[in-house]
T-cell receptor
Framework: GDSVTQMEGPVTLSEEAFLTINCTYT??????LFWYVQYPGEGLQLLLK?????DKGSNKGFEATYRKETTSFHLEKGSVQVSDSAVYFC????????????FGTGTRLTVIP | KAGVTQTPRYLIKTRGQQVTLSCSPI?????VSWYQQTPGQGLQFLFE???????NKGNFPGRFSGRQFSNSRSEMNVSTLELGDSALYLC??????????????FGEGSRLTVL
């Protein structure tokens, strides 16, 4: 079945450090891939998405590229800020099941000044 | 524009009781999905409603049910509560399954504690 495997956390980085959070998936067909973020005390919100192979999603300095050959969608940011501290979730949706998302377990990121 | 509103935000129940959670989607959104979030299992899909019809259902027992009203508001119900039902229940809305680009708008959740 469909699944998402996400890098275990928590991750603690200093401000301006480089961030990578690994995400790999298992799915039939060609799913859409997403990164959602949950800031403290807030609901999940979409950070970025990619709907086909080699697409790059980007937002707020974060990027992720849909790699079909490695079934991966790693999240990266060149220089993190304290305000990026949050829990990050990788997710996929199947064709025809756009609102049925399969989520990874989440990675908690803490950025220290 | 107002976001997704979930009520109540917090509630405590005892085993064997039942609970009803409510979700008001963003105005104009007609699709509502429910997710359960626990530390052990993470985020798991419960069900999705569109135009008052359940379109998809996750792998949860029949004690978990839901419905959607003509104004797109949705409720979910859990009967005969078990300790393992303690979780954050998240509601998400989107325009419609056909127009959905995969972006779900989540509420802040209803945190249920079962004693």
């Amino acid at each position: 079945g469909d699944s998402v495997t996400q890098m275990e956390g928590p991750v603690t980085l200093s401000e301006e450090a480089f961030l990578t959070i690994n995400c790999t998936y298992t799915a039939t067909g060609y799913p859409s891939l997403f990164w959602y973020v949950q800031y403290p005390g807030e609901g999940l919100q979409l950070l970025l998405k990619a709907t086909k192979a080699d697409d790059k999603g980007s937002n707020k300095g974060f990027e992720a590229t849909y790699r079909k050959e490695t079934t991966s969608f790693h999240l990266e940011k060149g220089s993190v800020q304290v305000s990026d501290s949050a829990v990050y979730f990788c997710a996929l949706s199947r064709i025809g099941g756009a609102n049925n998302l399969f989520f990874g377990t989440g990675t908690r990121l803490t950025v220290i000044p | 524009k107002a976001g997704v509103t979930q009520t109540p935000r917090y509630l405590i129940k005892t085993r064997g009781q039942q609970v009803t959670l409510s979700c008001s989607p963003i105005s104009g959104h007609r699709s509502v999905s429910w997710y359960q979030q626990t530390p052990g299992q993470g985020l798991q899909f419960l069900f999705e409603y569109f135009s008052e019809t359940q379109r998809n259902k996750g792998n949860f027992p029949g004690r978990f049910s839901g419905r959607q009203f003509s104004n797109s508001r949705s409720e979910m119900n859990v009967s005969t509560l078990e300790l393992g039902d303690s979780a954050l229940y998240l509601c998400a809305s989107s325009l419609s399954p056909d127009r959905n680009t995969g972006e779900l708008f989540f509420g802040e959740g209803s945190r249920l504690t079962v004693l």
